[in-house]
């Protein structure tokens, strides 16, 4: 299940951005996997300065629609010193069906940040229904990022399945502050991608359009959050 954020999957372009985890009975089974990406971009802005990055990460589900797992990827934030090296992500949630349409996630995930000093760390819950190929789900952290205060994060994705097993993904998401920081002088954004994908047994592979509405003046006065056509490749087992 890669990393849960907008599971909350939104831009995470990590192939498989979070999936939703489906129990099956018969006690507790493990999964893993790693990937490289071109560029790590998180609700549409770039988390590697631009440049790819290496993640993997570890899921347990436990027969039950309990799951829980870990996730981790190289990050750079340009601070040129004191920097933060990778983020680790820590989640658990319940998943469930409502009927053969129908299926629910719910879930906490905790993002922390290692190498720097600076107070990165912040935890969210989430939760997420999808009806057949659409889902619709909501993120909320009581404190975001770098100290940044309450943040909501809905949003909605859409999944079609095309020939040969390609599968093509659309994802928008509303970045909605309670109090201007994050930006310097807006309290909301939006994110959006776009994404095809194929499976090659435990290798899967995709393309992705991820971009956001924010203008170079409010990313930082970097390119981070401009769109861009970012490529992964991703085995798990």
């Known amino acids: 299940m890669n990393k849960i954020a907008a599971a909350i999957t939104a831009g995470v372009i990590t192939l498989g951005t979070a999936t939703t985890v489906t129990a099956a009975e ?3 089974s493990a999964s893993a996997n790693v990937g490289v ?4 971009k998180f609700r549409g802005i770039s988390q590697t300065d631009g ?7 570890v899921d347990l589900d436990f027969g039950n629609g309990l799951y829980a797992g870990t996730w981790a990827s190289q990050v750079d934030f340009a601070y040129g010193v004191d920097e933060t090296d990778f983020e680790q992500d820590f989640y658990a949630g319940y998943a469930g069906e409502i009927n053969e349409t129908t299926s629910y996630d719910v879930g906490y995930i905790y993002y922390a940040y290692h190498g720097g ?7 969210e819950i989430y939760g997420s229904v999808s009806f057949s190929a659409l889902t619709l789900g909501l993120a909320y952290s009581d404190d975001y990022w770098a100290g940044t205060g309450a943040f909501y ?3 909605a994705e859409y999944s079609f399945a095309l020939p040969s097993d390609v599968s093509l993904d659309f994802h928008v998401g509303a970045n909605m502050f ?3 920081g994050f930006l310097f002088e807006a309290d909301s954004y939006i994110d959006y991608s776009v994404s095809v994908g194929k499976d090659f047994g435990g290798l899967n592979l ?16 970097l390119d981070w959050c401009e ?4 490529a992964a490749a991703t085995y798990s087992w």
């Open 26 to 28: 018969g006690g507790v």
């Open 37 to 40: 990406v071109s560029d790590y």
């Open 51 to 57: 440049g790819p990055a290496v993640q993997g990460g």
């Open 117 to 123: 000093d600076n107070d990165e760390d912040y935890q």
């Open 153 to 155: 994060y809905p949003y």
């Open 178 to 180: 309670d109090e201007e």
């Open 206 to 221: 995709s393309a992705s359009l991820v971009g956001s509405d924010i203008s170079d003046s409010e990313c930082f006065g």
């Open 227 to 230: 769109p861009s056509v970012l």
